[in-house]
């Protein structure tokens, strides 16, 4: 091999490391959606909150490894949401059927109706906003369900939850993405690795947490839902 090839070669098994890298949540949500299936439900959400992370993570990668050019073959906008499709929609939908926080029915035509709506929100070209706001509830199924695992509502208030963020999906609102939104993002990135750590220790207590994980994960969620009101904000 001649020595002017060797960083071409390099570069090119950078990029599809990081693609093979974001291909492999495929392989974490099929473990996530056994959990589910099994009713074991912390495992299933710590195989999500592993996922979570990955998903978190690749596309600073991707950037790094300029996939773009490196690895062009492959798109990497369409790998990372047929990945998190799995691991956003599908397994939580599925968590929620086989759970007992409403009854099968419900729970049966409530999960159709959020699998349908965000397919649909997954192919909106709009998804995003230019300074890089998910447009309309960003379908994190995965972290919305966990919540109700762990706080338990009536499950007519869960239904009723469900059934609003999925018209939220289509609502001219704002969510924040946690690592890119540029407004507030130290203190968001801080917030997101307390939310981690609030979670995953949910996850430990098998989703009945003490009262004060309880807490960190309504404060930290009153934190990011607060956060549009700033968008425009001068003072922030």
């Avoid at 998903?55 to 773009?68: F, M, S, W, Y």
């Avoid at 609030?198 to 098998?206: C, G, K, R, T, Y």
């Avoid at 960190?216 to 425009?232: D, E, K, N, S």
């Amino acid at each position: 091999m001649s020595i002017e090839k060797q960083p071409v070669r390099v570069a090119k098994a950078a990029g599809f490391s990081v693609h093979l890298f974001t291909a492999s949540g495929g392989a974490v949500a099929v473990l996530a959606l056994y959990a589910a299936i099994e009713r074991h439900f912390a495992i299933c959400f710590a195989w999500l909150g592993l996922a979570l992370f990955i998903d978190g993570i690749d596309g600073t990668l991707a950037r790094a490894a300029n996939v773009h050019e490196t690895a062009a073959t492959i798109d990497g906008v369409v790998l990372d949401l047929v990945i998190d499709f799995l691991t956003y929609v599908l397994v939580p939908v599925v968590a929620l059927w086989r759970s007992d926080l409403m009854p099968t029915e419900a729970s049966f035509w409530i999960g159709l109706v959020v699998v349908i709506a965000s397919a649909l929100y997954f192919a909106d070209t709009r998804m995003k906003t230019d300074d890089l706001w998910f447009r309309g509830f960003p379908a994190t199924w995965n972290i919305l369900v966990l919540y109700l695992f762990v706080l338990r509502p009536p499950w007519v208030v869960s239904a009723a939850i469900l059934l609003g963020a999925t018209a939220l999906m289509f609502a001219p609102a704002v969510f924040v993405h946690p690592l890119r939104v540029v407004r507030l993002r130290i203190l968001t990135v801080a917030v997101t690795v307390a939310w981690f750590a609030f979670a995953a220790l949910a996850i430990v207590d098998d989703l009945a947490p003490p009262i004060w994980i309880v807490a960190g994960l309504i404060a930290t969620a009153a934190y990011f839902l607060a956060l549009p009101l700033v968008r425009h904000s001068p003072w922030a």
